[in-house]
Each structure stands twice: as C-alpha cells, then as structure tokens.
C-alpha cells in the first residue's frame, strides 16, 4: 500500500478559506480534508497562504494576503507582534465564543459530558489594562538598556512593549522609569550567554483597589548599584510606591527570581482587596492577575458551594488563602492546603489581615495531606480545589473521592485537564452539574471555568 502523503508541501502557496478556530486561536482551513492551521487567519475568510510545515495529517502555514475579510476582524490596538495577547485582530465577542467552544469541546471529547449545561461565558466591559503584574526581562542594544517581551520560543527580546495593552497603566509608566534610571546611572544589563552584568528582571505588581504599588529589582549581584538614586527617583515619580525589594538570582536559569529577597524601601507588602476580603501580597505570593475577574470567579466558586454556617470545607492549592477567605465568611471551618511554604505563610497573615478566625491553613502536598485529614476523622462537607494548569494529580481525585463530600467546586485554567478531571470524578460517584467560564485574560486563547460537582 503507498505510504499516505499530504495534499500539500512545504514552501507551496495556496489559497485557503477557513472555517473554524483552534483553542490558541490559529485559523483552520482544509485541503481535501486535511487541516492547515494559520496564524492571524478567522472563520470565513480566504488567503493566499505558504506552507510552513506539513505533517502526515496536519499542517502549518503562514498568512500571506487576506482575499475576503470577516466582519470579526478589527485592527490592533498594538502592533508589537511579542506573542503574548495574540487575539487582537478579533472582535471581543468573537474572542469569547472561541474561549466557550474550547469549554464545550473539550466537555464533549474529553469527559464526554456534552449534556452538561456550560453557561455564557463572563466576559469584561474594557478588555483591556487588566494585568496587575508583570516580569519584564532587560536586554542591551547599541549599548543601551531595553526592556520587553521574549520572542516566541527564543530569548530575543521585542522592544516597545512599555505600551502593551493588556497591563495595568502605570505598570508600563514604571518599567519605562527603571529601565530609563538605571539606565542613565549606568547599570549594565545581564548578558545570559556569559552569565555576567547586572539587570535581569524588573517586575511591578500592583493593587487594583488600593493603587499600591511594588517594585522587585532582579540582579545577578549580590549588590544593586546605585541603589540609592534608583530608589529616589522611583519613590518621587510615583508616590504609590509602596514596596521596592532587591531580588538576587545569580543563577544560569530560567527562572526569573532567585532565592533572596531584600527589603530597600517601604514594606515587604503591598494590599489589595477582592470584594471585602484585604490581601497582603508579597514579591513571590501568587495573586490572580485579573481582579476584577478574579472576583466574579470566587463569587461564582462561592455560590456554587453552597455553605452554610454549620459546614466545613477543604481548599486544596489555596495559595495565599485568596478562596479560602471568600468561603470561611460563610462556613464553619475552611482547612487550606498548599505546598509552598510562603503562600501558607502569607494565607495565615491575610486571615489576620481580616480578623478572620475559622480558617486553618497546613504546608504539604493536598494528595498527602488530605488522606491523613481522612484518619483523623475530618469529613468536609465541601471540597474547593483550584490546580495548576496540569490538573489534579489522580491521587488527589481519589482522596477527595475518599473523603465523601457532599459537593465539589473545581476551579480551573485549563479546560482539557478540567474535563478529564470531571470524567474520572463522574466514574468515581460524582456527578457534574454545570460549567460557568470566566474570561479572565482577554486577547489570550486563555479561559478559567468554575465546576460544580455533587455526590451522585
């Protein structure tokens, strides 16, 4: 039998008509019924495109010239092409319809639970300026300090990105300072490739509510140069400034902060709130990027628990306590578990924050943890998780099955692992009763949902 090729080579053009999305947002089109995904392409419009890679059953191409545009299709509002926020050049609405087929999809080929009803998606009235954090790696060219974002699948740096759209205003404002300061004081960029310099990331967080702002400076040194003028200048620009930390990574790693934090100005904290709950965030706390979003999920996470003052519940991964303080205004006694010992640290201090007394908080591995609440006889009337993108771990699933909860409330940013999550919780005596998606990074092919399980 002859080996099956595809209907189309490398380097070829050809003019494609597309007819749906794929959940990253790539244009699909077919060729005798095999599939060319292209970049920047929408449903129902025609290109010329070139063959950039073809696989025996699907292939890559890249948009050439656009022959028939859909009335999805909008300009940019930037133009810097870094790969973060690659929707751009479709409408809102178009956006959230992506993100709710990537939920029913992956419901009905991956859980197979297509019967389950997925409410409309919770979109934002201004999808833009959202982010209230940001990393930026630094760079040199022409012996001048740059800041932006990696190019994708390299470390090429694309500069102009003090203007992205999808940050919080004054963040871009900040970074422009650092960069501009210490360039003008003479700091020196660090160079990976010869593991020296100086200057590797400068990362600003900021509080929604509060206006609060910090500033984490990440060197190779042990030693900041002029760390003096750079607090000066920083703290007189913006008086917001409420936290400037030193962060050392003097690594050959990836990873953007090192192990030691230093305190040069202000507070190790700066505070935000979430409906009625105060947050001390930290230099390393994981905090939901999106507040405001963040607050439909957790009110959506809330409603669909169901608690009542007589009720305990377990939140597995509860970070800095951000759900956990949400649900114990409501339950009896809310137990978190979360591994790294710094969020659980930040979790206890947020509950005294909120004079907050029914909510423990332990450090460990949920799976580990939750079977040994199981020998002590804690029967939780509520379980609350929200994983990592990877999902829960089976041994997790099992002790929550093991536990007998009366509801579970799965919190997720990754509806593929949600939906095979949801089918081995369905087989384990569960039963899913609905989906409710929340857009909580609009112009990414990203999207959260909040799941409701009951005991079947």
């Given at each position: 039998?002859a080996?099956?090729?595809?209907?189309?080579?490398?380097?070829?053009?050809?003019?494609?008509?597309?007819?749906?999305?794929?959940?990253?947002?790539?244009?699909v089109?077919?060729?005798?019924?095999?599939?060319?995904?292209?970049?920047?392409?929408?449903?129902?419009?025609?290109?010329?495109?070139?063959?950039?890679?073809?696989?025996?059953?699907?292939?890559?191409?890249?948009?050439?010239?656009?022959?028939?545009?859909?009335?999805?299709?909008?300009?940019?509002?930037?133009?810097?092409?870094?790969?973060?926020?690659?929707?751009?050049?479709?409408?809102?609405?178009?956006?959230?319809?992506?993100?709710?087929?990537?939920?029913?999809?992956?419901?009905?080929?991956?859980?197979?639970?297509?019967?389950?009803?997925?409410?409309?998606?919770?979109?934002?009235?201004?999808?833009l300026?959202?982010?209230?954090?940001?990393?930026?790696?630094?760079?040199?060219?022409?012996?001048?300090?740059?800041?932006?974002?990696?190019?994708?699948?390299?470390?090429?740096?694309?500069?102009?990105?003090?203007?992205?759209?999808?940050h919080?205003?004054?963040?871009?404002?900040?970074?422009?300072?650092?960069?501009?300061?210490?360039?003008?004081?003479?700091?020196?960029?660090?160079?990976?490739?010869?593991?020296?310099?100086?200057?590797?990331?400068?990362?600003?967080?900021?509080?929604?509510?509060?206006?609060?702002?910090?500033?984490?400076?990440?060197?190779?040194t042990?030693?900041?140069?002029?760390?003096?003028?750079?607090?000066?200048?920083?703290?007189?620009?913006?008086?917001?400034?409420?936290?400037?930390?030193?962060?050392?990574?003097?690594?050959?790693?990836?990873?953007?902060?090192?192990?030691?934090t230093?305190?040069?100005?202000?507070?190790e904290?700066?505070?935000?709130?979430?409906?009625?709950?105060?947050?001390?965030?930290?230099?390393?706390?994981?905090?939901?990027?999106?507040?405001?979003?963040?607050k439909?999920?957790?009110?959506?996470?809330?409603?669909?628990?169901?608690?009542?003052?007589?009720?305990?519940?377990?939140?597995?991964?509860?970070?800095?306590?951000?759900?956990?303080?949400?649900l114990?205004?409501?339950?009896?006694?809310?137990?978190?578990?979360?591994?790294?010992?710094?969020?659980i640290?930040?979790?206890?201090?947020?509950?005294?924050?909120?004079?907050?007394?029914?909510?423990e908080?332990?450090?460990?591995?949920?799976?580990?943890?939750?079977?040994?609440?199981?020998?002590?006889?804690?029967?939780?009337?509520?379980?609350?998780?929200?994983?990592?993108r990877?999902?829960?771990?089976?041994?997790?699933?099992?002790?929550?099955?093991?536990?007998?909860?009366?509801?579970?409330?799965?919190?997720?940013?990754?509806?593929?692992?949600?939906?095979?999550?949801?089918?081995?919780?369905?087989?384990?005596?569960?039963?899913?009763?609905?989906?409710?998606?929340?857009?909580?990074?609009?112009?990414?092919?990203?999207?959260?949902?909040?799941?409701?399980?009951?005991?079947?």
């Amino acid at each position: 039998m002859a080996k099956q090729s595809a209907p189309v080579e490398k380097n070829e053009t050809i003019t494609l008509t597309f007819e749906d999305l794929t959940h990253e947002g790539n244009g699909v089109g077919k060729i005798n019924g095999y599939p060319l995904f292209v970049a920047n392409a929408l449903p129902g419009e025609e290109a010329t495109v070139k063959v950039i890679k073809a696989n025996k059953n699907f292939g890559f191409g890249k948009l050439l010239e656009l022959l028939k545009t859909s009335p999805e299709r909008i300009e940019p509002v930037c133009h810097v092409h870094c790969n973060g926020c690659g929707l751009q050049h479709m409408s809102y609405n178009l956006q959230l319809e992506m993100k709710m087929n990537q939920v029913k999809n992956a419901m009905k080929k991956v859980a197979h639970l297509e019967h389950v009803p997925v409410h409309p998606i919770i979109g934002m009235e201004n999808p833009l300026h959202y982010r209230n954090k940001v990393q930026i790696p630094v760079g040199e060219k022409n012996g001048e300090l740059i800041t932006g974002f990696y190019q994708k699948r390299s470390h090429r740096i694309i500069e102009n990105t003090e203007t992205c759209v999808t940050h919080n205003e004054v963040i871009n404002d900040v970074v422009k300072t650092v960069r501009n300061t210490a360039n003008r004081l003479g700091i020196r960029a660090y160079n990976e490739e010869v593991h020296k310099g100086v200057l590797r990331h400068i990362m600003v967080r900021t509080g929604q509510e509060t206006k609060d702002i910090m500033v984490v400076i990440v060197t190779r040194t042990d030693k900041l140069p002029h760390q003096d003028e750079l607090i000066k200048e920083l703290t007189k620009t913006y008086p917001h400034i409420k936290s400037i930390m030193h962060n050392v990574n003097s690594k050959r790693t990836n990873v953007i902060l090192g192990e030691k934090t230093k305190l040069l100005f202000g507070d190790e904290y700066i505070h935000d709130k979430i409906g009625d709950i105060t947050f001390a965030i930290s230099a390393k706390s994981f905090y939901q990027i999106n507040p405001s979003q963040t607050k439909m999920l957790y009110e959506k996470a809330l409603e669909y628990a169901q608690i009542d003052s007589n009720d305990t519940v377990i939140d597995a991964y509860c970070g800095i306590g951000t759900i956990s303080l949400f649900l114990a205004q409501k339950a009896k006694k809310v137990y978190g578990v979360e591994v790294v010992p710094e969020a659980i640290s930040d979790a206890k201090k947020n509950a005294k924050l909120n004079g907050i007394t029914n909510a423990e908080f332990v450090v460990g591995e949920a799976e580990k943890i939750m079977p040994w609440w199981t020998a002590q006889g804690l029967r939780p009337d509520v379980i609350v998780v929200d994983p990592p993108r990877k999902g829960c771990d089976e041994e997790l699933l099992q002790a929550m099955v093991e536990m007998k909860p009366k509801r579970i409330v799965y919190v997720s940013c990754n509806p593929s692992t949600l939906a095979r999550d949801l089918r081995i919780l369905e087989d384990s005596g569960y039963e899913t009763k609905k989906l409710q998606p929340v857009d909580m990074f609009p112009q990414t092919g990203h999207v959260e949902c909040c799941a409701l399980i009951e005991k079947a």
